[in-house]
């Protein structure tokens, strides 16, 4: 049976995932969960995921969740080129102290720029403090900050001299607060090179191909009642 990826691109997980499937030439079915209408909710969809997120994998009766898991099983697998996840014990830790330490960092602060300076004001109608959204901003330029002194250095690449599943899924994490509007590269010329080498890896059709949709964002009509409900109640944490 043919690998399924349920996915939407207006989430950055789904797009590592995405990409990754894309650029090491894996086939697989797209099955789109339109997050906006509230797709990841509905009972078709729990039975492959019950935690009712994106990205989830359906390969035969096997499915899993979580996007890290999910492109690690996609590396074994498929047996994706080693500077992905590397074989070398100490190259496969730096690739892991990245993915575990973006989880509560920079995806929490891309996340948060994203709703609150735009799918809040403009998609929900809802407005932000304006201290809230100065603050989320402040964080989400600590995160930067740590990204290029911990992690990028003067390599090449977050962890050494070839792009890494760090790389990929830092891009798509930063990609979140660029569709809101954030001007996230551009007084970090490191991070703006880096961007481009990423970019480059990847390749810049597929790049593009990818983001398309997060970079449409500003394009959005306001969401219509019961889709502004639906989202206000799951994504009120966000405001906290």
Same mark, same amino acid.
């Given at each position: ?18 990409? &990754?499937? !894309? !650029? ?9 969960? +339109? ?7 509905? +009972?078709? &969809? ?54 575990? =330490? ?17 799918? &809040?004001?403009? &998609? ?16 989400? +330029? ?8 911990? %992690?990028?250095?003067?390599?090449? %690449?977050? *962890? ?24 996230? %590269? ?7 090179? =880096? ?17 398309? +949709? ?12 019961? *889709? ?13």
């Amino acid at each position: 049976m043919v690998l399924e990826l349920y996915l939407d691109l207006l989430s950055q997980p789904c797009r590592a995932v995405y990409i &990754f499937a !894309k !650029k090491n030439g894996i086939p697989f079915e797209l099955r789109t969960v +339109d997050l906006l209408k509230g797709q990841n909710h509905s +009972d078709a &969809f729990a039975q492959v995921n019950p935690l009712k997120k994106v990205p989830a994998l359906k390969d035969g009766d096997f499915t899993l969740a979580e996007s890290v898991a999910i492109l690690l099983y996609l590396s074994r697998k498929y047996k994706a080129p080693d500077h992905w996840y590397p074989q070398d014990l100490q190259a496969r830790a730096r690739v892991d102290e990245y993915l575990a =330490w973006q989880h509560t960092t920079l995806r929490s602060s891309c996340s948060r720029a994203m709703w609150q300076k735009m799918m &809040f004001p403009v &998609f929900l109608r809802e407005p932000v403090p304006p201290e809230t959204l100065a603050a989320t901003l402040a964080e989400l +330029d600590r995160c930067l900050q740590l990204l290029e002194d911990k %992690f990028l250095r003067d390599q090449a %690449f977050l *962890t050494g001299s070839r792009i890494s599943l760090a790389d990929l899924v830092a891009i798509t994490e930063l990609m979140h607060p660029v569709g809101a509007g954030c001007r996230v %590269f551009e007084s970090r010329p490191k991070l703006a090179t =880096w961007r481009q080498r990423v970019e480059a890896a990847v390749g810049e059709d597929l790049f593009r191909e990818a983001n398309a +949709d997060i970079l449409k964002l500003k394009d959005l009509p306001p969401a219509d009642p019961v *889709t502004r409900e639906k989202l206000r109640l799951s994504m009120k944490a966000l405001l906290q």
